[in-house]
Structure formats: structure tokens, C-alpha cells
């Protein structure tokens, strides 16, 4: 059973239809008995980083997070917003992130002359998998995913970057350490591109 986090964040609706449509079985709660019983837990989100952490630890929803993700290992998909909670800290706020992912979250800036690039970045664009397993797995054609945001994750470590996609210069579109992934953009407001990469997360 796939577990969708409901923290106050995210569109879990839309998830929970797109997994349906792949013939995925999944449940919205933010209970943490039943984030302890998931065999895998997508943490959506759209918003403002500090109020995502306030919210999870409002409802008591990050030590469950820790146990399950951290001790047990349990496969976690964080989308948008959930991503960027996955990194130590982010520009736009003040409060730790979840430090799952050794990164930083970053507003976007466009200092190069002539560049008059819109924050936030929104709609479609390419994304490039450096690994074509797990979550890019069986995709026929380069994917296009749909994006809306103004931060993007800067990762330490360049083994945790899965995917990347460019909006002015290259930045990270998903990452991977382990059983911990996460995408910058929405894969269920993604169509087909989408439906695959939720499929494919579902059956890890």
C-alpha cells in the first residue's frame, strides 16, 4: 500500500487519481500508525518550505518520517515542494529540512546579462535521467514534466542527483539516495510521463 502524507500541503487528490489510473492502490493520511503499517509513501507539497516543517511537525509527522525512511528503509517519493523538505535547509526559510538528502534548497537567480528568465518556472520542459533505472525506467522517449517553482535543490553530492532539466542553467530535477527520491516536478499533472514514473515508483 502506497501512503500519500497529507500535511496541509499538497494536492493529494491528484496523486491518488493518477495512481489509481496505473492500478495502484493508495490512501491519504497523516496518522502516523498508518505512515508505520506503508510499503511506500510519497510526500507531496506546494508551498512555502518553513510552513511544510511546521506542518509536519505540528502533526507529530517527522519522527514517523524518521522511522520508517531512515531506520526501516521504506521507499519515499517527495514531489515538488516534498523534495525540496527532503535537503538540510532552504533559502526561503529559516527551519531545518528533513536532511535526508545532503543539499540546499535555492531560489533561482538571473544575473547573466540579457537573461530575463520569469520566477517561478512554470510548465513544461525536458528533464534528463543520468540513470535510467528505478524511476526512469522503460521511458521511450526523452520525458517532458510539468513544473511550477521558484527554489530548486543544489545537491553535495553529485551521486544523488537522478535527474536534471535546464530553466536558464542546468538544476536538479530529481534526486535519489537509496530508498529516498524525489522529483521538482509533478509527475500527476504530467500525463503519460507521469502515469510511467508514478508506475514506476510503485512497483520497486
Known amino acids: 500500500m502506497i501512503v500519500v502524507v497529507d500535511y496541509g500541503m499538497g494536492n493529494v487528490?491528484?496523486?491518488?487519481?493518477?495512481?489509481?489510473k496505473v492500478g495502484c492502490q493508495a490512501t491519504v493520511s497523516a496518522a502516523p500508525e498508518t505512515i508505520q503499517k506503508a510499503e511506500k509513501l510519497i510526500l507531496p507539497g506546494v508551498g512555502a518550505f518553513d510552513q511544510g516543517m511546521m506542518n509536519l511537525r505540528e502533526r507529530s509527522l517527522i519522527p514517523a518520517l524518521n522511522r520508517?525512511?531512515?531506520?526501516?528503509?521504506?521507499?519515499?517519493?517527495?514531489?515538488?515542494?516534498?523534495?525540496?523538505l527532503l535537503s538540510s535547509r532552504s533559502e526561503e526559510g529559516q527551519l531545518p529540512g528533513l536532511g535526508w538528502i545532503a543539499?540546499?534548497?535555492?531560489?533561482?537567480?538571473?544575473?547573466?546579462?540579457?537573461?530575463?528568465l520569469k520566477v517561478p518556472h512554470m510548465g513544461w520542459n525536458e528533464?534528463?535521467?543520468?540513470?535510467?533505472?528505478?524511476?526512469?525506467?522503460?521511458?521511450?522517449e526523452t520525458p517532458r514534466f510539468y513544473f511550477v517553482h521558484s527554489y530548486h535543490v543544489c545537491c553535495e553530492r553529485e551521486e544523488d542527483i537522478l535527474a536534471t532539466s535546464v530553466y536558464g542553467h542546468e538544476f536538479t530535477a530529481a534526486v535519489k539516495k537509496g530508498n529516498i527520491m524525489g522529483t521538482q516536478f509533478h509527475p500527476e499533472k504530467s500525463h503519460r510521463f507521469g502515469m510511467q514514473l508514478l508506475r514506476n515508483f510503485a512497483t520497486l
Do not use: Y
Not at 528533464?127 to 521511450?140: A, G, I, T
Open 13 to 20: 487528490g491528484s496523486i491518488v487519481n493518477m495512481l489509481k
Open 127 to 140: 528533464v534528463n535521467p543520468r540513470d535510467q533505472s528505478s524511476l526512469f525506467k522503460e521511458f521511450e
Open 68 to 84: 520508517k525512511v531512515v531506520d526501516d528503509r521504506s521507499p519515499i517519493l517527495g514531489i515538488c515542494l516534498g523534495m525540496q
Open 103 to 116: 543539499a540546499e534548497t535555492r531560489r533561482f537567480q538571473f544575473h547573466t546579462e540579457g537573461m530575463s
